[in-house]
């Protein structure tokens, strides 16, 4: 068993394999009239998070508290962090008071490593920088094998489209998908690319026209509008009808394709349909799974084996 | 008093010999057989070379005490083997007027472990928009202007300073970075950074300086030295500069020939440096560059920061790493040099370039400012960052062991270091 999950490199094939199968239980513990378990009951979760996101802290402290551990939030807005404390000495005066599992989030990449250099905690990154978002790779991973029915990812195609350069949720998705068998594209200019794709295991296309027929799976990502100043795309308008997921587009998607994204969404950005008139979109479905892949990650990290035998509170 | 440096084999530019070395009111006295002498100090199985130069050395004094100050990066330097530094001028306030020049010249004296020589900015506040008082810098001492740190970005403004300074018969000293292309870059830009997602600082951002001031120094005549060249295409540059007879020279840092951008994946921001740690290619190059003379010194860039200021994520810790008390021992393990030519390029060429031949880098003999370094080539040594001199812990090289180390250090005379231990 890992002590940390803080990129899906770490955790490894089988270790995805784990938790999508542990993911399963955690499902029917929430379609339970009382969705909560006393697993990590005495276990205590801290939320850090460094960066604003409402959903995935929600999702986080949701999952911690139906396996009846305690939960802490720390957000950066109202903490002594704003005072001028150094990252290590609030990471160090939190785990003083009794912690066994850390969730960063950091606007910074790799500060979930170095947290876990100043803890003895378990540390879970709740997404670092560019760099990963492990549980979001985790439940698109699920919401795609529910949605098919289907463990094996061999012979999917998948493209992930937009804003690869500064996506996390893209590099984590990457490892995950490949990692279980699916063929992924790229689909960006390459101004929204990574400087280098060397060693990814991944084909690459700047023209969404040309693979959208052959897609089981595509997942749209966030443009930032703030990133409009750095000249990567002349206008959101010119982004939108080259990348963008419109109306004529989503009528060449196969009946059985699936489209994803990981939220908020850009209406009429990325995605200019609406996602009511899209049967294939699983967006919600990744939300809901959100909770149940985050309660099997911090069951696996804190529970013991026979943690989930203990039936109903 | 005599003091006489016994059985020890000196090198220096003229070569290699068995011989002992008599100091005697801060001079040489003699250099030979079997000389005697009031105090004999051991140098057996040892090099006795001209005291080492570094023409990068961020001291941090005045301004910036809790990560070095003068006193201290002197002693590390000292007991790096170097009897001369060149103060960075990236200090608050900065060396842009003759005031902090003479301080720091002056908190040097008082240290007394190597001569620190302050360089000049190039600009006021190296701000990159007003030229410095340079007449008034170089009447303080200053022979060597950068604005280290930033590079100066404005063509016409670095025009007007390559003019001015081919008047004043100065040299200057350029970073090599255009800030467009680097804005918020923690790492090299490739492969690494783009699996982990860390904003990249494209080797073209060096390169395309590099060039642009090679095409200056064409055009104004003025002498240029390029700091710290981190990329293959800037080594390929100078060279080309220098075959076309341009008065340019260049160093290269030890890390840059020592560690690759990988070492960033530990998101351990003491490898975070700029230039940043960049491919095994580019490391070849600049093995390359300082086996051929394209590169004509090994310089530190020492950059001391404090723990609490490495320990912040990466992309708002400091860049910098200290290098002043393993230089000499990189060097001799890293490069695959003989020992003559790691000596040029730590001592006489760096000497050099910064105008201070007349007193360090010379010839080992009588006659010549008794500046010396004696280091054992084959003693194999453990870096413990809390052992080392300096105030701050940031080398890359904590727990590797090198080989080489200094063994006594002279400065005009003084031994500042014996058996390892600095003296004051």
């Known amino acids: ?93 939190v785990a ?94 390459p101004t929204l690319l990574p400087p280098s794709l060397e060693g990814w295991p991944v084909e690459v296309s700047h023209d969404l026209d040309a693979v959208i027929g052959d897609l089981d799976v595509i997942y749209l990502l966030r443009m930032q509008r703030e990133r409009m100043g750095e000249a990567l795309v002349p206008t959101l308008r010119e982004y939108t009808a080259t990348y963008g997921l419109t109306p004529e587009r989503a009528k060449r998607l196969a009946d059985h394709a699936l489209v994803m994204h990981p939220g908020p969404m850009n209406r009429g950005v990325e995605i200019a349909v609406d996602p009511a008139d899209l049967p294939g979109s699983v967006i919600i479905q990744q939300v809901a799974n959100g909770v149940a892949v985050r309660m099997a990650v911090l069951f696996h990290l804190l529970g013991s084996p026979t943690g989930l035998q203990g039936g109903d509170t | ?120 900015c190039i600009t006021i506040a190296r701000a990159g928009e007003q030229l410095a008082p340079m007449a008034e810098l170089r009447t303080a001492g200053v022979t060597l202007f950068t604005d280290d740190g930033n590079g100066v970005q404005d063509p016409l403004l670095m025009r007007r300073a390559m003019e001015y300074a081919k008047g004043l018969g100065v040299t200057l000293a350029q970073h090599c970075e255009v800030s467009r292309l680097t804005a918020g870059a923690v790492m090299h830009e490739g492969s690494c950074c783009s699996r982990l997602g860390l904003p990249g600082w494209p080797a073209i951002a060096e390169e395309l300086m590099v060039f642009r001031d090679i095409e200056l120094c064409r055009l104004t005549g003025a002498r240029l030295h390029l700091l710290h060249l981190s990329t293959a295409r800037s080594v390929d540059l100078v060279r080309a500069a220098k075959a076309d007879g341009l008065p340019v020279t260049s160093e ?65 810790a400091p860049p910098g790493m200290l290098g002043l008390e393993t230089a000499l021992s990189l060097a001799i393990g890293e490069l695959g040099l003989d020992l003559p030519a790691v000596i ?37 040594w453990s870096v413990i960052p809390a052992k080392l001199a300096s105030k701050s812990r940031n080398t890359p090289y904590a727990g590797r062991s090198v080989r080489g180390k200094v063994r006594h250090t002279f400065l005009d005379g003084l031994a500042v270091v014996l058996d390892g231990e600095a003296q004051r």
């Open chain 1, 1 to 93: 068993m890992t002590r940390h999950l803080r990129s899906i490199d770490e955790l490894g094939r089988d270790g995805l394999i784990e938790l999508l199968d542990l993911t399963d239980h955690m499902v029917e513990i929430n379609q339970r009239p009382i969705p909560k378990v006393p697993a990590l009951r005495g276990k205590t979760v801290v939320s850090l998070f460094f960066e604003d996101s409402t959903r995935t802290r929600l999702s986080f402290e949701t999952a911690a508290k139906r396996l009846s551990a305690d939960t802490m939030t720390f957000s950066v807005s109202t903490s002594s962090v704003n005072k001028g404390e150094s990252l290590r000495d609030t990471i160090e005066t």
């Open chain 1, 96 to 189: 003083a008071m009794g912690v066994d599992a850390f969730v960063v989030r950091h606007k910074s990449t790799g500060v979930p490593w170095q947290v876990s250099q100043w803890t003895e905690a378990s540390v879970i990154n709740a997404g670092d920088g560019w760099h990963q978002h492990p549980t979001q790779a985790l439940l698109d991973c699920y919401t795609i094998r529910q949605a098919r029915n289907d463990p094996s990812f061999e012979g999917l195609h998948i493209a992930i489209v937009g804003d690869i350069k500064h996506s996390r949720v893209a590099r984590s998705d990457v490892q995950a998908f490949t990692m279980l068998g699916a063929r992924v594209t790229l689909v960006a200019p």
């Open chain 2, 1 to 120: 008093m005599s003091t006489v440096l016994k059985g020890g084999t000196v090198i220096d530019a003229d070569g290699e010999r068995q011989a002992d070395v008599a100091l005697d009111g801060g001079m040489i006295v003699d250099v030979g057989t079997n000389l005697r002498g009031d105090e004999h100090i051991d140098a057996g199985g040892c090099i006795v070379a001209p005291g080492f130069v570094d023409l990068h050395t961020h001291l941090r004094e005045p301004g910036r005490e809790e990560a070095e100050t003068i006193e201290t990066g002197s002693r590390a330097a000292a007991l790096g083997g170097f009897t001369a530094v060149v103060a960075m001028p990236n200090t608050e306030p900065p060396h842009d007027s003759v005031a902090v020049v003479a301080l720091v010249r002056r908190l040097g004296q008082q240290a007394g472990l190597c001569e620190v020589v302050p360089s000049g």
């Open chain 2, 252 to 316: 290269a840092c030890p890390h840059h020939f020592t560690l690759t951008d990988e070492a960033l994946a530990s998101f351990d921001a003491v490898y975070k440096v700029n230039p940043p740690l960049r491919t095994a290619a580019d490391i070849a190059a600049i093995k390359r560059g300082l086996a051929d003379g394209t590169i004509d010194a090994i310089a530190t860039d020492h950059a001391p920061h404090p723990p609490e200021a490495k320990e912040q994520p990466l992309d708002e």
């Open chain 2, 344 to 380: 040029a390029l730590l001592s006489h060429n760096p000497a050099r370039i910064a105008g201070l031949s007349a007193r360090h880098g010379g010839p080992v003999a009588a006659g010549h400012p008794a500046n010396l370094t004696v280091f054992d080539p084959d003693l194999t």
